[in-house]
């Protein structure tokens, strides 16, 4: 590869989202993080109906069992104690999720301290005395702000030689196009819905930075001082957003943890009384019929119960895959990406190693 090819590669732009840069197909990142829970919960139940009625069909099986012996009693008996342990298991996340709330006065007096103290770094950066307090317009103050340097940057690079302006007007062309399609999602996104994250999740600021500082290090022999402060200006914005994007993350979380406890609680009781009768009272023997696919009437009726029964389970399911992709793509704060993609081949620090031993 040629000199000129890898200069341009280096501050070739990546996907604009999540689904893009990770290579995964739009169904699955819409299943994993954008679908409606509650949506994902019904996916879930009616897997588990299929996938019942599909072994009835297709299965060695005999109606007479569920007829003769005690077996929707035995079934049931397991789903109530499954329930009562993970209503246990759900209380005590949530009283974890609480424990963090509770501390002392001292403590949530650093906290407060913290928060205030950052607030002042944004808003001394951004050149504004008040910062947004709604999470939405605060995450769109930090990204104006690095647009605004950017667009500094871009200014001053004008003088520069051929190379040097195309290269980093490239980059800040990118920046500036990435940042008003994040900034528009953000518009009137209120926290608790997953319209706040999403656009913060596709809002590669590692990649940003990394790009940023590589520029910098290459032009650095040709860099006016103005235009090195604008780098550093740049840079120190894109920094903010890290900070930022961990706090509203760790606050959505504990949101999520909290509607997931609220809809496991809600939805135990229904369904231990469910299973309750079908220990109790209910007989599949007075259940007549079939359907045209041979499925007896009575297996229908038990295994649809059961799914109901299970719907805390599929509550759960769908909120924690969620939970734990959302970890999965923001596990690195600051300038690491930790997915491998071809934007970046040409920008090792092998690459740099040979810019600083030129200078030398």
Same mark, same amino acid.
């Given at each position: 590869?040629?000199?000129?090819?890898?200069?341009?590669?280096?501050?070739?732009?990546?996907?604009?989202?999540?689904?893009?840069?990770?290579?995964?197909?739009?169904?699955?990142?819409?299943?994993?993080?954008?679908?409606?829970?509650?949506?994902?919960?019904?996916?879930?139940?009616?897997?588990?109906?299929?996938?019942?009625?599909?072994?009835?069909?297709?299965? $060695? @099986?005999?109606?007479?069992? *569920? &007829?003769?012996? /005690? =077996?929707?009693?035995?079934?049931?008996?397991?789903?109530? +104690?499954?329930?009562?342990?993970?209503?246990?298991?759900?209380?005590?996340?949530?009283?974890?999720?609480?424990?963090?709330?509770?501390?002392?006065?001292?403590?949530?007096?650093?906290?407060?301290?913290?928060?205030?103290?950052?607030?002042?770094?944004?808003?001394?950066?951004?050149?504004?005395?008040?910062?947004?307090?709604? $999470? @939405?317009?605060?995450?769109? *103050? &930090?990204?104006? /702000? =690095?647009?605004?340097?950017?667009?500094?940057?871009?200014? +001053?690079?004008?003088?520069?030689?051929?190379?040097?302006?195309?290269?980093?007007?490239?980059?800040?062309?990118?920046?500036?196009?990435?940042?008003?399609?994040?900034?528009?999602?953000?518009?009137?996104?209120?926290?608790?819905?997953?319209?706040?994250?999403?656009?913060?999740?596709?809002?590669?600021?590692?990649?940003?930075?990394?790009?940023?500082?590589?520029?910098?290090?290459?032009? /650095?022999?040709?860099?006016?001082?103005?235009?090195?402060?604008?780098?550093?200006?740049?840079?120190?914005?894109?920094?903010?957003?890290?900070?930022?994007?961990?706090?509203?993350?760790?606050?959505?979380?504990?949101?999520?943890?909290?509607?997931?406890?609220?809809?496991?609680?809600?939805?135990?009781?229904?369904?231990?009384?469910?299973?309750?009768?079908?220990?109790?009272?209910?007989?599949?023997?007075?259940?007549?019929?079939?359907?045209?696919?041979?499925?007896?009437?009575?297996?229908?009726?038990?295994?649809?119960?059961?799914?109901?029964?299970?719907?805390?389970?599929?509550?759960?399911?769908?909120?924690?895959?969620?939970?734990?992709?959302?970890?999965?793509?923001?596990?690195?704060?600051?300038?690491?990406?930790?997915?491998?993609?071809?934007?970046?081949?040409?920008?090792?620090?092998?690459?740099?190693?040979?810019?600083?031993?030129?200078?030398?």
């Amino acid at each position: 590869m040629s000199e000129s090819t890898a200069d341009d590669e280096s501050v070739t732009r990546p996907a604009d989202t999540m689904r893009g840069r990770a290579g995964e197909s739009r169904l699955k990142i819409w299943f994993l993080i954008t679908a409606n829970r509650w949506l994902v919960t019904l996916v879930f139940s009616g897997i588990a109906y299929v996938t019942l009625l599909s072994l009835m069909i297709f299965g $060695p @099986s005999s109606i007479r069992r *569920l &007829l003769t012996t /005690s =077996a929707v009693t035995s079934l049931f008996s397991s789903v109530i +104690i499954a329930l009562i342990t993970s209503i246990t298991l759900v209380l005590s996340i949530s009283q974890f999720v609480l424990s963090e709330e509770i501390d002392t006065l001292g403590k949530q007096r650093d906290q407060m301290r913290n928060e205030t103290e950052f607030r002042r770094d944004v808003e001394e950066k951004a050149g504004i005395a008040v910062s947004p307090s709604e $999470p @939405s317009r605060f995450l769109k *103050l &930090l990204i104006e /702000s =690095a647009d605004e340097h950017a667009r500094e940057l871009r200014d +001053i690079v004008t003088d520069g030689d051929e190379d040097q302006f195309q290269e980093i007007t490239s980059y800040v062309d990118g920046l500036l196009e990435h940042s008003q399609t994040v900034s528009d999602d953000l518009t009137n996104a209120d926290f608790g819905s997953f319209g706040v994250l999403l656009p913060v999740l596709n809002y590669n600021y590692s990649w940003k930075i990394f790009a940023a500082r590589n520029l910098r290090s290459k032009y /650095s022999d040709s860099l006016s001082a103005e235009a090195d402060q604008a780098f550093e200006d740049l840079i120190e914005s894109l920094r903010f957003f890290g900070p930022a994007r961990e706090y509203f993350k760790t606050l959505y979380v504990q949101w999520e943890i909290i509607n997931i406890s609220r809809a496991v609680l809600y939805g135990a009781m229904p369904a231990l009384a469910i299973a309750a009768y079908m220990m109790l009272v209910f007989d599949a023997s007075l259940l007549f019929g079939s359907t045209l696919y041979g499925v007896d009437i009575a297996f229908m009726v038990v295994s649809a119960m059961y799914v109901i029964t299970l719907s805390p389970f599929a509550v759960v399911l769908a909120y924690v895959i969620r939970v734990l992709t959302i970890i999965k793509r923001t596990l690195a704060i600051g300038p690491f990406v930790l997915r491998e993609t071809e934007h970046l081949e040409s920008a090792r620090y092998d690459d740099l190693a040979e810019i600083e031993g030129e200078k030398e």
